[in-house]
């Protein structure tokens, strides 16, 4: 991160928070992902239309220590906050990732604090909120009205608790373990405002090109992102192919493994957990299947066909 990270029209943002008006020279600026919809160490999620309205509420929250609401742990504030969906990039159950992005400022004469954020020491970050909605992820109530835990997997669901209608958030704070793993400060990766899409398109004009260093260590740093989110992508796809090629075992018994091979070559990963679902409501519908041993002492032959006891 540079240590006069302040982007246009920030200051007046910034200025918005503060007593007397501000410059470059007094302040530091930084970006810290506050939460996202993939579900964390507790279990939990915030849906997409919590993180737009949590947007709204973390506007100007100040940032503190461990959770404790002293004015002594005050570290930061933030002074933009918004949604966003990273692209190609998606949750661990298959769904697009989408993170609450903030812009937090602290006066440079906060210099360890600084260089903690500098050298990395402070990095991880927690939030404090309340929301309306807590839904069970198996039936869809609310978690405190049903049986169903969190952590546990029923007929091989994984209960979860997703988190919607936000009413307030009061604070964020730096922490040593954050229930999200992916919260906490971030890089600039655009520290003098490269036009990312520019780059993008004078890459693909077909055109002879020139770019600056800068540029090109923005470039390469998204070739570096790319890759391991390929890689990524590649160890869920794999996943969802082998559960696929279990089920299909019950739902399509007679569909060779050529056929099933290449049908899921050809499917992205939201159509792939399309058709787990498919198949999953088809297995549902044939399973439980009557035990050969029957309660009525009749049990079932090899051709499936009732015989007594003898």
Not at 70 to 76: G, R, Y
Not at 118 to 140: M, P, Q, T, Y
Not at 272 to 285: G, M, P, R, S
């Amino acid at each position: 991160m540079n240590k006069n990270d302040i982007r246009e029209g920030e200051l007046e943002l910034i200025n918005k928070h503060t007593r007397t008006p501000l410059t470059e020279n007094d302040v530091y600026a930084f970006s810290v992902i506050l939460c996202d919809n993939d579900i964390d160490r507790d279990f939990e999620r915030f849906s997409d239309n919590a993180l737009d309205e949590l947007a709204k509420l973390f506007d100007g929250v100040t940032g503190i220590a461990d959770h404790n609401p002293k004015s002594a742990n005050q570290t930061a504030r933030i002074f933009s906050c918004k949604a966003e969906f990273v692209p190609d990039r998606f949750t661990s159950d298959g769904k697009p990732y989408k993170r609450l992005f903030a812009r937090a400022y602290v006066p440079k004469s906060q210099k360890d604090f600084i260089t903690s954020l500098e050298s990395g020491i402070k990095k991880e970050v927690s939030i404090g909120c309340s929301v309306k909605k807590r839904i069970c992820s198996v039936c869809g109530r609310d978690i405190s009205l049903c049986s169903h835990i969190k952590g546990e997997y029923y007929n091989n669901k994984l209960c979860f608790v997703t988190l919607d209608k936000p009413t307030d958030a009061y604070e964020w704070s730096f922490v040593a373990v954050p229930a999200q793993k992916n919260a906490g400060v971030i890089k600039n990766f655009n520290p003098k405002g490269i036009d990312s899409m520019n780059i993008e398109k004078r890459l693909f004009s077909g055109e002879e090109q020139t770019f600056s260093a800068d540029e090109i260590r923005e470039l390469a740093e998204t070739f570096r992102s790319l890759k391991q989110k390929a890689a990524d992508g590649e160890i869920y796809r794999s996943s969802l192919i082998k559960e696929i090629k279990t089920l299909s075992a019950f739902a399509l018994p007679d569909i060779s493994a050529e056929t099933l091979e290449n049908i899921t070559n050809a499917l992205s990963v939201s159509q792939l957990n399309e058709l787990i679902k498919a198949f999953e409501a088809k297995t549902a519908d044939m399973l439980p299947v009557e035990p050969q041993l029957s309660k009525s002492g009749s049990n079932r032959s090899a051709n499936n066909t009732i015989y007594k006891n003898i």
